[in-house]
C-alpha cells in the first residue's frame, strides 16, 4: 500500500525559511478538511457515543436524562431484534459476498480473456446497470421478478416447465429461502466497480508466469487456483474489506422494497435498516447512536480479523507492506 | 484431448473455444439486461394490459375489428387445422359467429365450441404516453431541478476543497502529515451511522432540517475518498514543473491552479463525475434530511414515493424508473473512459 510518499523519511523536520513555509503552506492547503474531520467527524463520533449513555427522543429532547448503560444492556441483552438483525447481515453477508465476488471474477476472467471477442463494448455493457441509480434498479428487479407477471416466473414456467407462476410457485420476495439471493441478485446490477477492480488486478499478472506454466502442462483450472487467484488477492481483499463494511450498512434496496417491514418474517430487519428505524423513525436517537456504535464496532473488529488474516492468503508480489 | 487434435488444427481449437466463450459471454449478458428489456417492454404496455390473462411480452393492445358499425374483439380460432384471426360478432355458449377481418363480404362463419377458451389477438401497440405520464405524475421537473440543483452544488464543493486538501498532502512537508493521512483513510471506511445522529441533531437545532444545507455544506470540506483519489494522481506529476514554476517566481496557489490542476484533468474529471453520480443517486441522506418536505424531494425519493402510490401501475413505476435513468446512462456513455479509469485509480493504487 503506498500510503507514504517517499519524501516523508527522508524530513518532516526540515528547519528555517523553508521549513517554517511548508508547514504554513501546507496547513493552508488542508484547512478544509482539517475543520471538517473535526466538525463532521470527529466531534460527532465521540458526542453519538455520549448520545449513547442518554435516554434522548428528538420528539421531546427536555426529557433527555443521563441514563448510564442502559441503552447498551437494552440492545445487548434485553432486546432480540438487534441480535436477530445482526444474525440477518451475517447470513446475507455469508451468500452476497461470494456470489457477488464470484460473479465480478468470473465476468472479469471474460474480459481478460483473448478469446473473447468485443471485450471493449462488453464491458461497457456489464458496467452500464451500475450507472442506474439504485432506486430505480429496486423497481426494475421488481417488476421482473414478480411472482405472476414478471419475465422471470413466466420464463420459468413456459420454457423450463419449472412451476413459478401462482401460490406454490417461485416467490422471490416472500420465501424466506429465496430472498437472499433475490436482493444478491439485485445487487449484482452494481458489479461493474468490483468488476473492473478485479479485470485491472488481473491485467496486472505477468504473463510469463501464465507462459512458464503452460510448459508444465497446467490447464485453466490450476492456472487460476495457483496463479491467478494469488496474484490478484490483494484485489480480492480490497474488494472484500470493502463488501464487508457496506454490507454493514446495507439499507437502500429492502428499504425500498418493503419499507423496513422486515418482510418475509423479519429476514429483511438488517442492522442498517433496524439502525434507521430506531434513529429516524421512532427518533429514539439515544437508543439509535448506540445501535451505530455497535455497527461501528463491529465493522471495527470485522475488519481487523480481515486485516489480521491478510498475512496468510494476501500476496504482495512486491513484499510485506 | 488427443482425438480432437487429430481433427483439428491449433488455430481450428482456438476458433471454437473463441466462439464458445464469447457466446457463453453473450448469454450473461443476455440474462443480465433481461431486466432491463422488461422496464422497456412493461413502460409500453397499456394499463388493460398489465393484469390481462395471456397478454404477450411486449407491449401490445387487443385487435379490435369494426363490422357493420360495431367493434368486435378478435380471437384466434382454429378452422380447418389452421389458426386463424376472426372478429367474434355473436357469443354462444357451445357455438358463436366469427367475422374474417382480412375478409369481411364472406359474411358470418359459424363456429362450434366455446369462445371463452380462445385466446384473443394482440396487436403491437407501445403507449409512449405512458412516459408523459409518469412525467407528469412524479412531477419530474421539479424533482429533477432538486437532484440537479444538489448535485451541481455538492460536486463544486467536493472538487474545490478535495483537490486543495490532496495538493497539501501532495507536495508540502509538515508535521503529522502521515498521521494525518492514515485519518483520511480511517475516514473512507468508517460507517456514516456512527456520527449521523450528533451531526442530525445538530442541523435539527439549528434549524436546518428540511432545506438541502445539511447534504451540500458538509461536502465543502474534503472528503476522504476523493482527497485519497486525487493525491494519488497529484503524486504522479513531475515535480520538477512545479520548481521550474517557482524558480520562475509563482506562488503557492499559483502553482497550484495553473501547473497542477491542468496536468491533473483525468483526475478531477473522474471525481467530479463519482461525485455528481453519487449526489444523483443519493437516497439515504435526503430521505433523512429532508423527510415530510416533498417539495425538495429528489429523484430517488421521488421514485421510492411513487412506488407506494402506484403499486399496481407496473407500466407506469418502469417508465419512471427509466426516465431517472436515462440522464446517468447518457453521460456514462460519453464519459465512459474517463469514469472507469477513474475505478481503476482507487481499486488498483492501495
Redesign the interface.
Known amino acids: 500500500?503506498?500510503?507514504?510518499?517517499p519524501?516523508?523519511r527522508q524530513?518532516?523536520?526540515?528547519s528555517g525559511r523553508i521549513?517554517r513555509e511548508?508547514?504554513r503552506?501546507?496547513?493552508?492547503?488542508?484547512?478544509?478538511?482539517l475543520?471538517?474531520?473535526v466538525?463532521?467527524?470527529l466531534?460527532?463520533?465521540v458526542?453519538?457515543f455520549w448520545?449513547s449513555l442518554v435516554d434522548?427522543n428528538?420528539a421531546n429532547p427536555e426529557d433527555t436524562h443521563y441514563v448510564g448503560f442502559a441503552n447498551w444492556k437494552r440492545a445487548l441483552f434485553e432486546d432480540p431484534n438487534v441480535y436477530e438483525s445482526f444474525g440477518v447481515t451475517f447470513t446475507f453477508a455469508a451468500i452476497s459476498l461470494p456470489l457477488g465476488m464470484g460473479f465480478a471474477l468470473m465476468?472479469a476472467l471474460?474480459l481478460n480473456?483473448k478469446?473473447?471477442?468485443?471485450k471493449a463494448l462488453?464491458?461497457?455493457?456489464?458496467?452500464?446497470?451500475t450507472?442506474?441509480?439504485?432506486?430505480?434498479?429496486v423497481?426494475?428487479?421488481?417488476?421482473?421478478l414478480?411472482e405472476q407477471?414478471?419475465?422471470?416466473n413466466?420464463l420459468l414456467e413456459n420454457v423450463f416447465g419449472i412451476q413459478a407462476l401462482g401460490v406454490n410457485g417461485v416467490r422471490w420476495f416472500a420465501s424466506t429461502r429465496l430472498i437472499y439471493f433475490t436482493l444478491t441478485f439485485i445487487g449484482?446490477?452494481g458489479v461493474?466497480?468490483t468488476m473492473?477492480?478485479t479485470l485491472?488486478?488481473l491485467q496486472?499478472v505477468p504473463t510469463d508466469l501464465y507462459e512458464a506454466s503452460e510448459l508444465d502442462g497446467a490447464g485453466f483450472w490450476q492456472q487460476l487456483v495457483h496463479i491467478t487467484l494469488p496474484m490478484i488477492s490483494p484485489?480480492l481483499f480490497?474488494n472484500l474489506?470493502l463488501g464487508v463494511?457496506g454490507l454493514?450498512?446495507y439499507?437502500?434496496i429492502p428499504?425500498?422494497l418493503n419499507?423496513g417491514s422486515g418482510f418475509p418474517d423479519g429476514r429483511t430487519n438488517f442492522a442498517?435498516v433496524y439502525?434507521?428505524l430506531q434513529?429516524?423513525k421512532f427518533f429514539n436517537?439515544g437508543y439509535?447512536?448506540t445501535?451505530?456504535?455497535l455497527?461501528?464496532l463491529v465493522?471495527l473488529l470485522l475488519?481487523l480479523v480481515l486485516f489480521g488474516s491478510a498475512r496468510y492468503w494476501v500476496y504482495y508480489a512486491g513484499g510485506e507492506n | 484431448m488427443a482425438s480432437q487434435q487429430q481433427f483439428l488444427s491449433g488455430k481450428q481449437v482456438q476458433l471454437l473455444r473463441s466462439i464458445g466463450l464469447t457466446l457463453f459471454t453473450l448469454v450473461i449478458l443476455t440474462i443480465f439486461l433481461l431486466p432491463l428489456a422488461y422496464g422497456v417492454m412493461t413502460a409500453l404496455k397499456t394499463d388493460s394490459q398489465l393484469g390481462a390473462i395471456g397478454a404477450p411480452w411486449y407491449p401490445a393492445s387487443p385487435v379490435i375489428f369494426e363490422y357493420e358499425g360495431k367493434e368486435y374483439d378478435v380471437y384466434q380460432v382454429e378452422i380447418d387445422g389452421s389458426m386463424q384471426n376472426l372478429a367474434l360478432v355473436k357469443k354462444g355458449r357451445e357455438a358463436s359467429e366469427f367475422v374474417d377481418p382480412a375478409n369481411p363480404e364472406a359474411g358470418i362463419i359459424p363456429w362450434e365450441g366455446r369462445w371463452r377458451q380462445l385466446e384473443q389477438a394482440w396487436v403491437f401497440d407501445p403507449v409512449w404516453e405512458n412516459f408523459i405520464t409518469a412525467w407528469n405524475t412524479i412531477d419530474f421537473p421539479r424533482l429533477l431541478g432538486n437532484t440537479v440543483f444538489y448535485a451541481v452544488l455538492s460536486t463544486i464543493g467536493a472538487v474545490s476543497s478535495a483537490s486543495l486538501v490532496a495538493y497539501g498532502f501532495a507536495r508540502y512537508d509538515f508535521p503529522g502529515r502521515n498521521s494525518l493521512f492514515m485519518l483520511v483513510m480511517a475516514t473512507i471506511i468508517l460507517p456514516p451511522s456512527v456520527t449521523l445522529i450528533p451531526t442530525y441533531a445538530f442541523f435539527h437545532n439549528i434549524g436546518w432540517v428540511g432545506t438541502w444545507w445539511p447534504l451540500i455544506v458538509p461536502q465543502f470540506f474534503a472528503n476522504g475518498y476523493n482527497v485519497f483519489l486525487l493525491r494519488q494522481f497529484f503524486l504522479g506529476i513531475p515535480r520538477a514543473l512545479d520548481e521550474a514554476a517557482m524558480i520562475d517566481g509563482a506562488g503557492h496557489f499559483r502553482i497550484f491552479w495553473s501547473i497542477i490542476l491542468p496536468q491533473a484533468r483525468p483526475a478531477l474529471l473522474a471525481v467530479t463525475l463519482f461525485h455528481f453520480f453519487f449526489a444523483w443517486n443519493d437516497f439515504f441522506g435526503p430521505l433523512i434530511y429532508l423527510a415530510g418536505n416533498p417539495d425538495s424531494y429528489p429523484i430517488t425519493v421521488g421514485l421510492d414515493g411513487f412506488k407506494g402510490l402506484y403499486e399496481q401501475m407496473d407500466n407506469l413505476i418502469q417508465a419512471a424508473s427509466l426516465t431517472a435513468a436515462l440522464i446517468p446512462l447518457l453521460v456514462f456513455f460519453f464519459a465512459q473512459r474517463v469514469f472507469m479509469q477513474g475505478v481503476v485509480i482507487t481499486g488498483v493504487e492501495k
Open positions: 500500500m503506498t500510503f507514504f510518499t519524501s516523508a524530513s518532516s523536520r526540515r521549513g511548508q508547514r503552506w501546507g496547513y493552508l492547503f488542508l484547512t478544509p478538511w475543520i471538517g474531520i466538525l463532521f467527524y466531534v460527532p463520533f458526542a453519538s448520545f434522548f428528538l465476468l471474460l480473456s478469446s473473447v471477442r468485443g462488453l464491458r461497457t455493457l456489464f458496467y452500464m446497470p450507472m442506474i441509480p439504485l432506486v430505480a434498479a423497481l426494475i428487479w421488481g417488476g421482473v414478480n407477471t414478471g419475465w422471470v413466466i449484482l446490477w461493474g466497480n473492473l477492480i485491472a488486478g496486472s484485489v480490497y474489506v463494511i454493514m450498512q439499507f437502500l428499504w425500498v419499507g442498517g439502525f434507521f434513529s429516524f436517537m439509535g447512536s445501535i451505530a456504535w455497527i461501528f465493522a475488519t
